[in-house]
């Protein structure tokens, strides 16, 4: 789990109730662990919170490794997964989930410490370890969920105004809502691309340059994080989840004309806070 220099990774229960009541995230996991969880398999969840998604594991799984670190979370999704009757085949470890390997080899890994941009959670940095311990020990890696992320960038003008009062700060908005307060000024622009079971970064660096065809008035990025939950080959389809958009503000807002160019750098560690984009977002217009 997160160093304590990462202060937003380890999430209080108090919190836990937006993530158990957001009905896109969670209906997108229940399908996609469903589709990928096969009856009798050993299913492994690291950080696994309230428990929620080692309990729809254990719908199909014949036995399910919880791994989460905060104490009192343990504590309550021990005492949830009773109250939901799968205490038999849920097993919750009071455990580091960058330290942990499990007793047996597992089909299925569950890792859903997700935000957007892959900033302020220790995803990249659990599964890149993860997947040299258990190489080292049992071979070959098992199925991930997601099984990839998508990072994608895009030009917007933001309405920053509340109340008469003008606050260009960074905002996080519902992926799956309209949103008034926005005017899309480009395409969405997939970035970067990361396959769980290859090598992973301990940076996301990634560079864009946007072609402006129309003119208008560009104050911030959308910063997009597309998960692949599960891949379908059979249905060339897959399952998806979008964390919440990050609306951050440009350092001054910029007429577009046609026939400019701007190019978008980035470059933050994997897991930083919010706040790393200050230094870590570079925009460049020639």
């Avoid at 398999?41 to 989460?68: H, N």
């Amino acid at each position: 789990m997160p160093s304590p220099a990462l202060p937003g990774a380890l999430i209080p229960l108090q919190y836990h109730y937006h993530m158990l009541s957001d009905q896109a995230r969670l209906g997108a996991f229940q399908q996609a662990i469903a589709a990928v969880v096969q009856p009798g398999q050993v299913v492994l969840e690291l950080g696994c919170g309230t428990g929620v998604l080692s309990f729809l594991a254990s719908q199909r799984a014949r036995k399910v490794w919880a791994v989460e670190l905060l104490p009192e979370m343990v504590n309550t999704s021990r005492h949830l997964l009773a109250q939901n009757g799968v205490a038999d085949r849920v097993e919750v470890i009071h455990a580091d989930a960058h330290d942990y390997l499990p007793p047996e080899p597992v089909d299925v890994v569950i890792c859903e410490m997700l935000h957007s941009a892959l900033l302020q959670e220790s995803q990249l940095s659990v599964m890149r370890t993860f997947c040299q311990r258990y190489q080292a020990h049992f071979g070959n890696l098992p199925r991930f969920l997601p099984e990839a992320t998508l990072l994608g960038v895009q030009l917007i003008e933001q309405q920053y105004d509340f109340a008469g009062y003008h606050a260009p700060v960074p905002l996080f908005r519902q992926a799956d809502s309209l949103d008034e307060h926005v005017r899309l000024r480009s395409e969405a622009q997939c970035v970067l691309s990361l396959d769980y079971r290859q090598p992973l970064p301990a940076s996301m660096q990634w560079a864009h340059t946007f072609h402006i065809e129309q003119s208008g008035l560009c104050n911030a990025l959308r910063l997009i994080t597309k998960h692949l939950l599960a891949i379908l080959p059979d249905t060339a389809r897959s399952i998806d989840w979008h964390s919440q958009y990050l609306h951050w503000p440009l350092p001054k807002p910029m007429q577009l004309q046609p026939g400019m160019k701007l190019t978008i750098r980035a470059n933050y560690a994997a897991g930083a806070p919010v706040m790393a984009l200050t230094q870590g977002l570079q925009i460049e217009v020639h």
